[in-house]
């Protein structure tokens, strides 16, 4: 398997006043791998998800996507056109789910676009023409399948609201999904699961890696998921990249060690456990406890 | 054995009957009463005589206090305690009663329907009555407008009167200058409303609940002052008069038309009565509102009805699930609008006569009050505010003065006890098993 580049990302720099939160990092993320994003608290994960889906406009850089066979800049887009012009799907740190709606129609209102477009300026729809009923049959079984994906599909009438946390976030992946991304950007799935939710998060997000041959990029503090699934990552630390590679890579390199551990330790911990210790600065305790 | 025993543990552990501490508070409070009561009631000075004081008791009227407090402390507790007991009753009533409803959706629509065509034909119907079912189901109509906007988009709106007012004006000028009718007005004030929809979505695309309702407040205000002084054009303060009854496919609601113009009593070979433009006005609005509703009902299960909730719910998920916030917003605006208009045309065909005075802010403030009483985004729910509030203000006439306040305790008890509005269910726009 040859990996297609997807995304490359280019110099993003992100700065807020005089903060720069993103200082001019590279990098590529390929079709059908699992591409994580790694770093202490205020590394500037979020900002790379917000500058990649239009809701910032980046200070400066490029962010190039690849797709069929054309190029699009990204941060020549208006924001909420990426879902459909160029295929990035989002999920966000604090789940964001339409809480007031149930299961089902959070995943119809992802297909918004494709019905609008069947319902004809909602004329088609109004008239209940055969067009608009056959485009609402498939959005319904394209919802169906990522419910039978996600294991909600007896709970589909429920009000979003009402479904457990771990089954939330479960559901703003599929929400993501159903718009057909080309590529999937999961701000910290695993936030909040136990370990035997987390254990079917890294088997839902290898299926749908191997199975749709799309893009993931992973923001994850779990680093049980961060290693257990990931093909490539890429650590941020106060804005910049300080590495990129294999988890195995990732793991022995001293930087790492260095930004997630504080200076003093580094020698016990490259001795110890290379990796148990991935844990932020502030944010060690939910990495640990994650982790443990 | 062990059974016995757990029972004697349990009977001994059991807490005193519960009117043990009622009688325990009751009679603490007597005595306090009692105290008190000893030194300020039952001792009393009097002139003996020659500047001297004399003490004189009192004692059967502090028993009497006492007696008195502590019934009424008693009496006072007992309450508390059945209506904290009783709600769980009466939950459980209302709860089913919202089941049963939720249910019988259909049959309790089909009802209504049936109730309000036949309302002109029924023995107590009287000409007053219709006149009052005509305001009431001008409020549902501004109500169901509304709820797209507030209920459905979640915008709060408090300008809505301007759409309604945009809408009378627009029949009114027409008729005044270019000498149209009702039937030939009504679609163009629905789309003058509309447009103005969008002429006020567009700068407050940014705003949300509490800047937004500002905003359309002002905007509201705003078209009631041009109204009032753009005088060479809507008449000013004086209003436009001799607007133009809705005639029947032509036929006339008057005693004797001109030359070459059918009347209506006399094609139908009826005797004339005034009562026929009445009841006629009457199943004009009522088509006009359920149409609206129709509507409503039928753009909620559309990509754009479930665009405008899900902007309710998160703008932020909406942008990054490719729904443009602007023409998401503009739609709700423009379609709430053009019902407003709608409704306004048909008020100005009703009254004959518009003036700025009929579209000040306690309009925006009802039309929003049937909304949130009847609860967001309920359909049925802005039936029963409106009739609640448009009819019971009129029935209340006999309480004169305390009419207003009795109207402001019954809002604010609907909001204590049911803060969702009267009607909170929200139905599902599509359900996994029964998708078509
Ligand atoms: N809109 C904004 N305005 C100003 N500063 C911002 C903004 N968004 C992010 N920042 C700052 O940028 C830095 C990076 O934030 P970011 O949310 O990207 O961190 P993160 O890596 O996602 O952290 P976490 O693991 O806590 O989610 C932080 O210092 C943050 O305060
Ligand atoms: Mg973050």
Not at chain 1, 141 to 151: F, K, P, T, V, Y
Request: hydrophobic share 50%; proline share 5%.
């Amino acid at each position: 398997m040859s990996p297609v580049p997807l995304l490359a990302v280019e110099n993003l720099t992100m700065c807020f006043g005089g903060l720069v939160a993103v200082d001019n990092i590279s990098f590529t993320a390929y079709r059908g791998e699992i591409t994580a994003i790694i770093g202490p608290n205020g590394a500037g994960k979020t900002t790379v998800f917000n500058c990649l889906t239009g809701f910032y406009r980046p200070s400066a850089g490029r962010l190039a996507v690849h797709k069929d066979g054309e190029i699009l800049q990204l941060e020549r887009i208006e924001g909420f056109r990426i879902v459909r012009r160029a295929g990035i799907a989002r999920t966000f740190q604090n789940i964001r789910l339409f809480a007031g709606m149930t299961v089902l129609e959070n995943l119809i209102v992802a297909q918004h676009n494709p019905l609008m477009k069947a319902s004809v300026f909602s004329l088609a729809g109004l008239l209940g023409l055969p067009r608009y009923r056959a485009a609402e049959r498939a959005a319904v079984e394209r919802a169906r399948h990522w419910l039978d994906r996600i294991g909600l599909t007896d709970r589909a009438d429920w009000l979003a609201a009402a479904l457990p946390y771990g089954a939330q976030r479960r559901l703003e992946i599929a929400r993501a999904l159903c718009t057909g991304p080309a590529l999937l950007c999961l701000d910290e799935p695993a936030a909040g699961l136990n370990p035997r939710e987390s254990a079917e998060l890294n088997d839902l997000l290898l299926g749908v890696r191997d199975e749709e041959q799309i893009g993931i990029l992973l923001i994850e503090h779990d680093m049980s998921v961060v290693m257990g699934i990931s093909d490539h990552v890429i650590v941020l630390d106060y804005g910049r990249k300080i590495a990129d590679g294999t988890p195995a890579e990732v793991r022995a390199d001293p930087e790492v060690i260095k930004a997630y551990l504080g200076e003093d330790e580094i020698d016990n911990a490259a001795e110890e456990a290379p990796l148990r210790p991935l844990a932020g600065r502030e944010g060690g305790a939910r990495a640990n406890g994650a982790a443990a | 054995m062990t059974a016995a025993a757990g029972l004697a543990v349990d009977s001994a552990a059991k807490p005193p009957a519960f009117w043990v501490p009622f009688l325990k508070d009751a009679v603490l409070a007597a005595l306090v009463a009692v105290l008190l009561a000893l030194p300020l009631v039952g001792l009393q000075t009097y002139d003996i005589g020659g500047g001297a004081l004399g003490i004189r008791t009192h004692f059967d009227w502090v028993a009497i206090g006492g007696a008195a407090v502590f019934a009424g402390r008693l009496a006072l507790r007992v309450l508390q305690q059945l209506y904290r007991t009783r709600p769980t009753g009466r939950a459980r009533v209302l709860i089913s009663i919202a089941a049963w409803g939720n249910r019988q959706a259909l049959p309790i629509t089909l009802l209504g329907i049936g109730f309000a065509v036949a309302l002109p034909f029924l023995p107590f119907s009287s000409r007053y009555l219709i006149d009052l079912g005509t305001t009431v189901l001008i409020y549902v109509m501004l109500g169901w407008g509304l709820n797209v906007v507030v209920g459905l988009a979640g915008l709060l709106d408090l300008g809505y009167v301007a759409f309604y007012a945009v809408g009378a004006y627009t029949f009114g000028l027409l008729a005044r200058d270019l000498d149209f009718t009702f039937w030939e007005a009504l679609p163009f004030s629905g789309l003058v409303a509309a447009s103005f929809g969008v002429v006020l979505g567009f700068p407050v695309l940014r705003l949300r609940g509490d800047y937004l309702a500002i905003v359309t407040l002002g905007f509201g205000e705003i078209i009631r002052i041009v109204l009032l002084n753009w005088a060479p054009v809507t008449g000013g303060p004086n209003g436009i008069g001799g607007i133009p009854r809705p005639s029947f496919f032509g036929l006339h609601f008057a005693r004797s038309a001109p030359e070459g113009v059918a009347t209506f009593h006399q094609f139908f070979g009826l005797e004339f009565s005034p009562d026929h433009r009445v009841i006629f006005l009457y199943f004009v609005i009522l088509a006009m509102a359920l149409l609206t509703n129709a509507f409503t009902l039928r753009i909620r299960q559309l990509p754009i009805g479930r665009a405008w909730e899900a902007l309710r719910e998160d703008e932020v998920a909406c942008r990054a699930l490719g729904i443009n916030p602007t023409t998401v917003k503009l739609s709700a605006f423009a379609i709430g609008a053009m019902f407003g208009g709608f409704a306004g045309c048909f008020f100005a065909t009703r009254q004959g006569f518009i003036s700025p005075e009929s579209f000040t802010f306690i309009e925006s403030a009802t039309i929003l009050a049937i909304v949130v009483l009847g609860g967001m985004g309920s359909q049925l729910g802005v039936v029963l505010a409106a009739v609640l509030l448009v009819s019971l203000p009129e029935f209340g006439r006999a309480f004169a003065e305390f009419r207003m306040l009795i109207f402001g305790a019954a809002m604010v008890g609907v909001m204590v006890w049911r803060p969702r509005g009267l009607i909170a269910h929200r139905e599902p726009t599509l359900r996994l098993g029964s998708s078509r």
